[in-house]
């Protein structure tokens, strides 16, 4: 107990009378669902393993062979003890994956994107004398924003894939001394919809912007072998490791001069502990797996199922929102109704936790629903009819 917890408890209370509050709770990773401590077994149509990889004898063989070969860690940041040959090896292959000459692994994707926009930031200043003009699609991901804030950046947002305010935008400032960076995403994660990349790419050349692209959602899923959406629009590209791939980690792709930048002046790569051998070894086995006609099965797989969800949630009158990919939310409002919602759901046997303000805006509270390659129609279809009738219940 410290001097200060009833302020703590005051904040904690408004929250929980807000229907904000979050809690950790125990659920273990068995098969393709979760365990509750009581021993309840729950579906999992929340997780971001969208391809069911977690799992995966060859992640997890690869993960103890690189365990084995270079250790469990890396020691240090790898510009103390250097970087295992292997990591070298898999960034190459990253590059590769996204048609760019360079790539550089972080330890998390909000490590990658905090680390991202203050180094870019650095750079335009260093050399040009004046602060970068940075655009970014109202609705990209908070550790985006985080590195704005770190650089002391206020980004000038436009409307959610609108790119003719986007286009005004970069003309109003045309004659800015500073570079233009745009920042947005192929997928965006809570309303599961994309941006059109070959369109944003010509806007960007057009105006002389750079644009970068966070991947998370798209990396390994979407796309010829899973290669994702960017397919040579982007000037940066983010991934990560951790939603199709199965393990954890992010990288970014770019120039080689662009990812030594970032080594050389990325604070989140300078000081931070390397990423472990064997979740980089869980990730090489991942590449393996993308290119295998089965893992296209998957994909083909994953993307009737969603439309399967999609078509039952519509035909019931609820809102799946402009969604087009495995991420399919259903959007019903407050929070109080989605806690009641996901409660409903969890009671029936499906993980489908409720999303809630500031992950979303205030009125558009959802049940965000992600759809795995280990899914089938029965289980959508039950999904689908136990979605229905709790929401029936609940009017």
């Known amino acids: 107990m410290t001097r200060f917890d009833s302020l703590f408890q005051q904040g904690l209370q408004k929250l929980a009378e807000q229907g904000r509050l979050r809690t950790q709770r125990s659920l273990d990773s068995s098969g393709d669902n979760f365990i509750r401590s009581d021993g309840t ?83 335009c200043v260093t050399e040009t004398g004046a602060q970068p003009v940075i655009l970014a699609d109202k609705l990209i991901h908070a550790s985006l924003y985080q590195g704005c804030a770190a650089a002391g950046i206020v980004p000038i947002r436009f409307r959610h894939n609108d790119l003719k305010h986007l286009a005004t935008l970069l003309e109003k400032h045309a004659d800015a001394a500073g570079m233009k960076i745009v920042l947005t995403e192929s997928v965006f994660s809570m309303d599961g919809d994309r941006a059109d990349l070959a369109a944003l790419g010509n806007v960007c050349r057009a105006h002389n ?49 662009v990812c030594q930048w970032l080594r050389t002046s990325g604070s989140g790569y300078i000081y931070s502990t390397a ?42 009158g609820l809102e799946t929102g402009p969604s087009s990919t495995q991420i399919v939310p259903v959007v019903v409002g407050r929070e109080q109704t989605a806690l ?40 959508i279809d039950a999904l689908a009819h136990c979605l229905v009738t709790a929401w029936k219940s609940m009017q």
Request: charged fraction near 20%; aromatic fraction near 4%; charge should be neutral.
């Open 209 to 257: 912007a750079f644009l970068c692209v966070d991947e998370a959602h798209a990396t390994g899923i979407l796309g010829h072998n899973g290669k994702g959406l960017s397919d040579g629009h982007a000037d940066l590209v983010i991934g990560t490791f951790s939603k199709a791939l199965g393990t954890m980690g992010a990288f970014v792709c770019s120039s080689s001069a």
């Open 41 to 123: 077994v729950l579906a999992d149509f929340s997780s971001n393993d969208y391809l069911g990889l977690r799992r995966h004898p060859l992640l997890l063989q690869r993960a103890a062979e690189w365990g084995a070969r270079y250790g469990a860690g890396s020691g240090a940041s790898r510009l103390v003890s250097g970087t295992c040959s292997g990591a070298l090896r898999l960034e190459q292959r990253l590059a590769t994956l996204k048609g760019m000459e360079a790539a550089c692994i972080f330890s998390s994707g909000w490590q990658a994107n905090a680390t991202l926009v203050p180094a870019l930031v650095r750079l």
């Open 275 to 316: 990423p472990s051998p064997m979740v980089l070894g869980a990730a090489d086995a991942a590449l393996d797996l993308l290119t295998e006609p089965e893992t296209e099965e998957v994909r083909c797989k994953v993307a009737a199922l969603s439309e399967r969800l999609r078509q039952h949630v519509a035909a019931a």
């Open 340 to 379: 009641r919602l996901a409660q409903l759901m969890e009671e029936a046997g499906f993980l489908t936790v409720a999303i809630r303000p500031p992950t979303v805006p205030p009125g558009a509270c959802r049940l965000r629903i992600v759809i795995h390659g280990n899914h089938t129609e029965p289980q």
